[in-house]
Every structure is written in structure tokens, then in C-alpha cells.
């Protein structure tokens, strides 16, 4: 892919990248409390009474587990960083598209069935346009609502990897990432302010240091210590923090739990989320942990994806016959079963096709614009390139 001579790559320290257990095992924790939360604290009906009556001691607390979300931006910061390393463009699309479509495209699938043919009627009925929307990832921008409300985030993410990607297409320096971990809130934060809705959608001003002091802690952990780096870190903590106050407590989480959140309580949470990324990656627990995190960090994103909508309808179902409690982990574990099954049956074998597929094709894009531009009569080209 292209990349300017004078721009050097982000060089690779290490052949292989190396797995950080713990950190999926994080990412799984995660996942579990906006799960919690769904089920025990944002507004449903499905428990026949409101959630705050069903839950009156846990409503309260896991409230907080919206928060969650903004330890998978912290932890996505870092991770994607050390994806996009020694990578060109086209690795980098492969290996984001393999990993993040089949999960999402079964999730898509499996949720329209629910709602339109095992529990059809229901306030979240899904039409035709929305499920090819939805597809794309790209619904928010074609004004269809999400076949299930947790793929908000899929939304703030996919313009993280556009970053990436731009970045990607000039060379992956130290240089531009220490650039845009600074300019990248900072000029959202202008957009926010400003009032240009465009540039706000298209830089995530409530989010972007989160995905920014994630990257930073992952230059801090593959280059090392440094003051720059750490009043980097320190300046997208404090812009977090503001913006999951003015995001979460002030909004979200009156609005979709009925709770008025403690400001304190939030700044807390996250500066231990950025303490907890950093602790588990830039100390020697980087390297410890078991094999089994693997596997909890694998069924991260497939519970994820499908827990909300067949998690109510579970709930919905069976509240009259089951006590709270107990239907609470019985709906936990069916959704870590249904994770389970994507992650086996989907995710394992259509992600190795779909990344060696979209490998074969980025590649045969790169010899193309080679040969166009080595062929005889063009910039650079010579009959030699005939023989």
C-alpha cells in the first residue's frame, strides 16, 4: 500500500504479537457489567414491575455498568494500536473486517429472527431496510434505528479505524500517533463546542480520549517511559473523565436508568479504568495469567452483541414463573451459551476464510497498481518490466 518514503513505518519490536490474558479477561468483565446493567438497571418492563422495584439495593450500583463501554474504548485504544503495528492498510481492513463482521452479522441475523418471528409485535419490530442497514454497520448514517441498541458502540469504533486507516496511509510513525492522541480530542472537543454536528459525529468528542489514552498507554508500553508520554496519558484522562461526567451522569444515566449518578463516583471509575489498562499491560503482570482468559476474552464480543434483546426476551418470558435471582443468572448464562455458540460455529471457522479472502484480494490490488506503475510509458516504468 502506499506509503511515502519519507515516512518511515511504525517498525514492529516482535515478530508475533503477543496475548495479554488479563486484558481479556478485562475485556470480558466489561462485557458482564454492561450486561448487569442492562438487565438490573436501565429502564425495561420486561420483569412485569419497574427494574428499580425488582432490584431496589443493585439498581442503583449497576447503574455504573454502563461504564463498562468505556473500558472497551480504553482497552480498544491500546489493542488496535498494537493490531495496526507493521501492518499495511489492506492487513489492517483484513484482520478488523475478519474479526469484528462474522460475530456481527450473526448477531444481526439471530436478533431480526427474535424479534420478528419469536416474539413479534413488540415496540422493537425490525423492517426490511433496517436489517440490510444494519449489515453495514453503517445504519446511524442511513437513519435506521439499530436491530439492537448495544451496536452504538460498532458505530464509535468503526471511525476510530478510519483514523487508524488514514494514519496507515502515510506511515504508522511514533510521531503521528503522539499527534493524534493530542489533536484528536482536543479537535473534538472544539467541534463539540462549536456546534459543527459534522465534525462532532465524525470525531466522537464524548469518547475519543478514552480510544486516545489507550494508544498512548500502548506507546508507553511497546517504547517505553517517558514525560511527554505521560502527560499525554494525563491530559486524555482528564478530558475523560469531563466527558463521561457531562455524558453519563448528567445524561445517560438519568435518562435510561432514573438515577441521579455521583460525580465522584464516575471520575473514580474512570481513573481505575485507566489505572486497571495500565497495571495489566506497562507492569510484569502483562505476562501472567491462564489459557482459559483466551477463551473469556473470545466470547467478549458475541455476548456482547447478542445479549440485550434475547436477554429481555428471556426475562420477559419466564419472570412470572422464576424468582428474580435466579432468572437473572439463568438469563446470564443462556446468553453466555448463545456467545458460545457464535464463537464455535461462526466466528472459528468463517473468520480464517474471510481474513485469507480479503488478504488475497488487498494483495492482488498491490501488484496491480505495481505493475501500472512499473508498465512501460509510466512514471517510473521501463521495457525491462515487459520481460
Given at each position: 500500500m502506499f506509503t511515502p518514503a519519507s515516512a518511515p513505518q511504525f517498525s514492529p519490536l516482535a515478530t508475533s504479537r503477543p496475548r495479554f490474558l488479563l486484558l481479556d479477561l478485562t475485556r470480558f468483565g466489561a462485557a458482564m457489567a454492561v450486561l448487569i446493567y442492562h438487565f438490573t438497571s436501565r429502564k425495561t418492563e420486561v420483569w412485569g414491575v419497574p427494574v428499580a422495584e425488582q432490584f431496589p439495593h443493585l439498581a442503583p450500583i449497576s447503574a455504573y455498568g454502563a461504564l463498562g463501554v468505556q473500558l472497551f474504548f480504553v482497552i480498544s485504544g491500546f489493542v488496535i494500536l498494537l493490531s495496526a503495528e507493521g501492518r499495511s492498510i489492506g492487513q489492517f481492513v483484513s484482520a478488523r473486517a475478519a474479526r469484528l463482521l462474522p460475530a456481527y452479522w450473526a448477531a444481526v441475523l439471530l436478533t431480526t429472527i427474535l424479534l420478528l418471528w419469536i416474539a413479534p409485535g413488540g415496540d422493537d419490530a425490525v423492517s426490511l431496510p433496517q436489517f440490510f442497514a444494519n449489515l453495514t454497520m453503517l445504519q446511524e448514517t442511513m437513519g435506521e434505528p439499530h436491530v439492537d441498541g448495544v451496536y452504538w458502540t460498532l458505530w464509535v469504533e468503526l471511525r476510530f479505524y478510519v483514523l487508524i486507516g488514514i494514519v496507515l496511509a502515510f506511515g504508522l510513525t511514533e510521531r503521528r500517533m503522539i499527534g493524534l492522541a493530542f489533536l484528536w480530542p482536543f479537535l473534538a472537543l472544539v467541534a463539540q463546542e462549536s456546534g459543527n454536528a459534522f465534525l462532532a459525529t465524525l470525531l466522537s468528542p464524548s469518547y475519543a480520549p478514552l480510544f486516545a489514552g489507550g494508544m498512548v498507554l500502548y506507546l508507553i508500553h511497546s517504547r517505553g517511559h517517558s514525560l511527554l508520554r505521560w502527560m499525554l496519558l494525563g491530559f486524555n484522562v482528564a478530558i475523560a473523565v469531563r466527558q463521561t461526567i457531562a455524558q453519563e451522569i448528567y445524561d445517560r444515566m438519568p435518562k435510561y436508568s432514573g438515577f441521579a449518578g455521583d460525580e465522584l463516583v464516575a471520575a473514580a471509575i474512570?481513573?481505575?479504568?485507566?489505572?486497571?489498562?495500565?497495571?495489566?499491560?506497562?507492569?510484569?503482570?502483562?505476562?501472567?495469567?491462564w489459557r482459559w482468559m483466551t477463551y473469556a476474552g473470545a466470547l467478549t464480543y458475541p455476548l456482547y452483541l447478542i445479549h440485550e434483546q434475547w436477554g429481555r426476551w428471556i426475562i420477559e418470558t419466564l419472570h412470572a414463573e422464576v424468582p428474580p435471582v435466579a432468572l437473572l443468572g439463568l438469563t446470564v448464562l443462556a446468553c453466555l451459551l448463545l456467545a458460545a455458540a457464535i464463537e464455535r460455529w461462526v466466528e472459528r471457522p468463517l473468520r480464517p476464510i474471510?481474513?485469507?479472502?480479503?488478504?488475497?484480494?488487498?494483495?492482488?490490488?498491490?501488484?496491480?497498481?505495481?505493475?501500472t506503475k512499473d508498465a512501460p510509458g509510466t512514471a517510473g516504468g521501463s521495457r525491462s518490466a515487459e520481460i
Open positions: 474512570v481513573i481505575a479504568i485507566f489505572a486497571l489498562v495500565a497495571l495489566i499491560t506497562l507492569t510484569p503482570l502483562a505476562h501472567r495469567g474471510l481474513r485469507r479472502g480479503l488478504d488475497r484480494s488487498f494483495d492482488a490490488l498491490d501488484r496491480r497498481r505495481a505493475d
